[in-house]
């Protein structure tokens, strides 16, 4: 079995994608994600995670990021708003990350689908 892979695009990872559960109903705040995904790589130990992720417009309040996350826009608008008011809109083709720790207002605003690396278990 050979140790490289090729990642689909956007479009090539449609179909392959499933049903995922991050956003939790107690943090949902409103619409309705209707989320999917396809993991590239997974550790091990599942604490590390590369894959491609799909959500339709919401908005939920995350409490506390657990673990480190970069995440490349392919398609669509993401808004994070800090509790002190700061807030950072990304659109395709942008790059960000979130540390752990983080809390906010996560706001999808249209159809967002992102490549993203996920490191969980991280101390905030």
């Given at each position: 079995m050979s140790k490289i892979r090729a990642v689909p695009t956007a479009a090539a990872a449609g179909p392959s994608m499933t049903p995922s559960s991050y956003v939790t109903a107690g943090a949902l705040?409103?619409?309705?994600?209707?989320?999917?995904?396809?993991?590239?790589?997974v550790s091990?130990?599942?604490?590390?995670?590369?894959?491609?992720?799909?959500?339709e417009?919401?908005?939920?309040?995350?409490?506390?990021?657990?673990?480190?996350?970069?995440?490349?826009?392919?398609e669509g608008r993401v808004t994070l708003t800090d509790p002190d008011g700061d807030v950072h809109t990304f659109?395709?083709?942008?790059?960000?990350?979130?540390?752990?720790?983080?809390?906010g207002e996560y706001r999808v605003n249209e159809r967002l689908v992102k490549h993203f690396v996920y490191y969980a278990g991280a101390e905030a």
């Open positions: 705040r409103g619409g309705d994600p209707r989320e999917m995904e396809l993991a590239h790589v091990d130990d599942e604490r590390l995670t590369v894959g491609v992720w799909s959500a417009p919401y908005a939920e309040f995350v409490t506390s990021h657990e673990g480190y996350e970069y995440t490349l826009v392919l659109g395709a083709g942008d790059a960000f990350t979130i540390e752990p720790g983080w809390s």
